[in-house]
């Protein structure tokens, strides 16, 4: 994933499988990829870690999941981790989305 995380630029968009928007890169922070606020509807940094990247195509990094999936795991309560539904430890105003492990792995293998 090294590579990946070359091309991850800010302001790059971040798709669901599904092609819908999720978000907008505000940064890379320690293999999480942060997204800005601004287009948030809730006003607040979301993460998504980078197990959950699919792929970067036609500038646009698509994930493994669908947007709504994505989102569905904002908002939970979480134990500080960046588990799925966890918050960050650093801001408990910014929540992290992390992939289901076992799915994610499973996609990791059909995609290449």
Do not use: F, Y
């Not at 999720?22 to 607040?44: A, F, H, Q, Y």
């Not at 993460?47 to 994930?63: F, H, N, P, Q």
């Amino acid at each position: 994933m090294a590579d990946m995380n070359l091309e991850i630029k800010e302001n790059m968009e971040v798709v669901g499988s599904d092609g819908q928007h999720v978000g907008t890169v505000d940064k890379l922070e320690n293999n999480v990829i942060k997204l800005t606020r601004n287009d948030s509807p809730d006003g607040k940094h979301h993460r998504i870690e980078m197990d959950m990247v699919d792929t970067i195509e036609d500038g646009k990094l698509i994930l493994m999941q669908r947007a709504s999936e994505v989102k569905s795991q904002w908002g939970k309560v979480g134990d500080g981790s960046t588990a799925a539904g966890g918050t960050s430890p650093r801001d408990t105003t910014d929540e992290v989305s992390g992939g289901d492990s076992q799915t994610a792995a499973g996609n990791r293998g059909n995609s290449m």
